[in-house]
Nanobody, 128 residues
Framework: QVQLVESGGGLVQAGGSLRLACAASGRTISRYAMGWFRQVPGKEREFVAAISWSGNSTRYADSVKGRFTIARDNAKNTVYLQMNSLTPEDTAVYYC?????????????????????WGQGTQVTVSS
């Protein structure tokens, strides 16, 4: 079992920055791809960013490319999402996820169905 707890969400003005953190417990996440997704009421959960188990590969949704950065610190069993130049369209609940798998992919997956552990989410609200 892997427990994931997100933190760092909050209210920020447009153009501002936030850094989300996802602390894992129960297992080391050093061999797992990790992802961030977000969801607004009435819409499906959407991919934001992912990082491979090695940290050598990252993938981003087009809507956040160049503004968001995903990183991992395996020593701290934590994954981060640095969010810059935030806009009201970034308002959502942000979820951390882990792909617990025996397969060590070179590139992290971006589909929600590839991830089997999820945090409870943290709210990010960007005011205009």
């Amino acid at each position: 079992q892997v427990q994931l707890v997100e933190s760092g969400g909050g209210l920020v003005q447009a153009g501002g920055s936030l850094r989300l953190a996802c602390a894992a417990s129960g297992r080391t996440i050093s061999r797992y791809a990790m992802g961030w997704f977000r969801q607004v009421p009435g819409k499906e959960r959407e991919f934001v960013a992912a990082i491979s188990w090695s940290g050598n590969s990252t993938r981003y949704a087009d809507s956040v490319k160049g503004r968001f950065t995903i990183a991992r610190d395996n020593a701290k069993n934590t994954v981060y999402l640095q969010m810059n130049s935030l806009t009201p369209e970034d308002t959502a609940v942000y979820y951390c996820s882990a792909e617990v798998s025996l397969i060590l992919r070179s590139y992290p997956p971006i589909a929600t169905t590839d991830y089997n552990y999820w945090g409870q989410g943290t709210q990010v609200t960007v005011s205009s």
